[in-house]
């Protein structure tokens, strides 16, 4: 792992590539960028943005959601932020093209196209925001700071699938498929990541039942050995999801293989409450990632400077610490967030009673403000 060196790109240009895309994604990667840009002056640091076109922006330009000039642009950066991409799957006449011309294909191109394996969910219950979750207040009142790792191209989502009859009866196969090497690469990725948190990894699998998961446990455990200061638990997936809602608070990063981290997220997701809250990055083997917030493009909101952009700004934040190891600026950016919610602002949908309520592009300049 490359040691954590907040001034090792101090003054240096970061070359993000923008993804600003469809519905609210260009108000919310705006504002993105302008703490970006606050940031950097904060912190000795520039960053050099070049737009480029994805989804149904890229359609509407190219006839494709995606140009090969394009996903060079984004190759040579360090670096991919996006917005969201996507329209009104009902009205939407970019929904009316085949599949593989649909706004989401651009997605799937570029994530294969920069080899993105890893996928981190943060899942964060900010204690402004503690009446939003679902969970009883004895459990929420401890907080809780997850980071789900999940694996991206391997397992069952990946693996060979048929549909065949069989003496007049319908039998579909799906197949369930990990090398070593694909474990092992993730697995680095998971403890390089809680070595930069409180250096613990739940690994998560189905071991007393599928082979795949016997082998990710004793990769898993190979890995651990490179991290003595890093604890190592392992967690039956079923537990997992019960834990999750019992007592989110023990965790801190869970590593884990595609389909049970598809799921895993999605629920450690819903118990902060907050989808405009939540944060997002995609990486590959160096240190170039693609950060986005995890919700989607929300068309019935864009143009209407209503949205949240606090999932960009954090997703910006991860930008910061995980391609950069630009430590301390993401520090700075995420406790702005923090500030203006104890400050009481708030965009409507996070908004409780007796608060201050806000626009996107004045949620932006408050968090921008605090740094
Ligand atoms: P969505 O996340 O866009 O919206 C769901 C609800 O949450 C809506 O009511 C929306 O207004 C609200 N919402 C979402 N983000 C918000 C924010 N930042 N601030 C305030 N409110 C917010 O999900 P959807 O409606 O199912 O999908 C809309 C489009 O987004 C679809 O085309 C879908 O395919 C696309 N999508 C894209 C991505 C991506 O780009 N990675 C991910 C998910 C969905």
Same mark, same amino acid.
Request: with cysteine; proline share 4%; glycine share 8%.
């Given at each position: 792992?490359?040691?954590?060196?907040?001034?090792?790109?101090?003054?240096?240009?970061?070359?993000?590539?923008?993804?600003?895309?469809?519905?609210?994604?260009?108000?919310?990667?705006?504002?993105?960028?302008?703490?970006?840009?606050?940031?950097?002056?904060?912190?000795?640091?520039?960053?050099?943005?070049?737009?480029?076109?994805?989804?149904?922006?890229?359609?509407?330009?190219?006839?494709?959601?995606?140009?090969?000039?394009?996903?060079?642009?984004?190759?040579?950066?360090?670096? #991919?932020?996006?917005?969201?991409?996507?329209?009104?799957?009902?009205?939407?006449?970019?929904?009316? %093209?085949?599949?593989?011309?649909?706004?989401? $294909?651009?997605?799937?191109?570029? +994530?294969?196209?920069?080899?993105?394996?890893?996928? %981190?969910?943060?899942?964060? %219950?900010?204690?402004?925001?503690?009446?939003?979750?679902?969970?009883?207040?004895?459990?929420? $009142?401890?907080?809780? &700071?997850?980071?789900?790792?999940?694996?991206?191209?391997?397992?069952?989502?990946?693996?060979?699938?048929?549909? #065949?009859?069989?003496?007049?009866?319908?039998?579909?196969?799906?197949?369930?498929?990990?090398?070593?090497?694909?474990?092992?690469?993730?697995?680095?990725?998971?403890? &390089?990541?809680?070595?930069?948190?409180?250096?613990?990894?739940?690994? /998560?699998?189905?071991?007393?039942?599928?082979?795949?998961?016997?082998?990710?446990?004793?990769?898993?455990?190979?890995?651990?050995?490179?991290?003595?200061?890093?604890?190592?638990?392992?967690?039956?997936?079923?537990?997992?999801?019960?834990?999750? /809602?019992?007592?989110?608070?023990?965790?801190?990063?869970?590593?884990?293989?595609?389909?049970?981290?598809?799921?895993?997220?999605?629920?450690?997701?819903?118990?902060?409450?907050?989808?405009?809250?939540?944060?997002?990055?995609?990486?590959?083997?160096? +240190?170039?990632?693609?950060?986005?917030?995890?919700?989607?493009?929300?068309?019935?909101?864009?143009?209407?400077?209503?949205?949240?952009?606090?999932?960009?700004?954090?997703?910006?934040?991860?930008?910061?610490?995980?391609?950069?190891?630009?430590?301390?600026?993401?520090?700075?950016?995420?406790?702005?967030?923090?500030?203006?919610?104890?400050?009481?602002?708030?965009?409507?949908?996070?908004?409780?009673?007796?608060?201050?309520?806000?626009?996107?592009?004045?949620?932006?300049?408050?968090?921008?403000?605090?740094?």
């Amino acid at each position: 792992m490359r040691k954590s060196g907040a001034g090792m790109r101090k003054n240096m240009n970061l070359k993000i590539t923008c993804i600003p895309g469809d519905g609210i994604g260009p108000e919310i990667i705006a504002e993105a960028k302008k703490v970006l840009v606050k940031a950097g002056e904060k912190f000795g640091f520039v960053p050099d943005f070049t737009d480029i076109l994805m989804g149904g922006a890229s359609i509407d330009v190219h006839g494709i959601p995606l140009t090969d000039e394009a996903i060079d642009t984004a190759k040579s950066a360090d670096a #991919v932020l996006m917005g969201s991409i996507g329209g009104n799957t009902s009205t939407s006449p970019w929904y009316k %093209l085949p599949p593989e011309k649909r706004p989401e $294909a651009g997605l799937l191109k570029i +994530r294969k196209a920069l080899n993105l394996f890893a996928n %981190l969910r943060p899942a964060l %219950l900010y204690k402004e925001l503690a009446s939003a979750c679902p969970l009883k207040e004895e459990i929420s $009142a401890a907080g809780f &700071d997850i980071m789900i790792m999940r694996e991206l191209t391997g397992g069952l989502y990946f693996g060979e699938r048929k549909t #065949v009859e069989e003496n007049g009866v319908r039998k579909a196969i799906d197949t369930l498929t990990y090398d070593e090497n694909e474990i092992r690469r993730i697995a680095i990725k998971g403890f &390089d990541i809680a070595m930069k948190r409180k250096k613990k990894v739940t690994s /998560v699998d189905k071991a007393n039942v599928l082979d795949s998961s016997r082998l990710w446990r004793a990769v898993v455990e190979e890995v651990a050995k490179d991290y003595p200061e890093v604890t190592l638990e392992h967690m039956l997936v079923d537990n997992c999801a019960m834990q999750l /809602v019992k007592d989110p608070s023990q965790f801190d990063v869970i590593l884990t293989e595609n389909m049970f981290g598809d799921i895993l997220s999605d629920e450690a997701s819903m118990v902060t409450g907050s989808i405009g809250m939540l944060a997002s990055a995609s990486l590959n083997d160096t +240190r170039f990632g693609l950060y986005e917030p995890s919700h989607g493009s929300a068309p019935d909101i864009a143009g209407m400077d209503v949205a949240n952009p606090i999932a960009t700004i954090l997703s910006a934040a991860m930008m910061l610490r995980y391609s950069f190891d630009l430590d301390a600026a993401a520090d700075a950016v995420e406790e702005a967030v923090k500030k203006v919610l104890a400050d009481g602002f708030r965009t409507g949908d996070i908004m409780s009673e007796g608060l201050k309520q806000v626009g996107c592009s004045e949620m932006g300049s408050l968090i921008a403000e605090r740094i």
